[in-house]
């Protein structure tokens, strides 16, 4: 009993200190994946006359549905940086 009574407390911290690293790693890439983007709309003109834009979480390559024009369109989002500073989003139904 006296082995077990010694043993336990440094296997319950090395177990804790694990869970610590574990749990820190996750939450620091889970912070960096998680980014406000703006994309600009390719193909698309706002009420205001200028290029549609929307503000979103999601990663590059996804795929978004958008109503723009009166209709609904699929636009895929990319790293490719725009003048502006905003992101391009290029529609998916022009090119089918």
């Given amino acids: 009993m006296s082995v ?3 043993a336990l ?3 319950l911290a090395e177990v804790t200190a694990a869970l610590v690293i574990i749990f820190g ?3 620091i890439r889970h912070r960096r ?3 406000l983007r703006c994309y ?3 193909g ?3 009420a205001d006359g200028n290029p549609a834009q929307i503000v979103t979480t999601r990663r590059p390559g996804s795929v978004i549905n958008v109503d723009a024009g009166g209709r609904r369109q699929r636009f895929e989002l990319t790293d490719a940086r725009l ?3 905003t ?3 290029e529609p998916m139904d022009l090119y089918a």
């Fill in 87 to 89: 992101y391009a989003a």
């Fill in 25 to 27: 790693t996750w939450l």
């Fill in 44 to 46: 698309t003109v706002g």
């Fill in 83 to 85: 003048p502006d500073d």
């Fill in 40 to 42: 600009t709309l390719l």
């Fill in 4 to 6: 077990l009574g010694q």
């Fill in 33 to 35: 994946k998680i980014r």
């Fill in 9 to 11: 407390p440094a296997f």
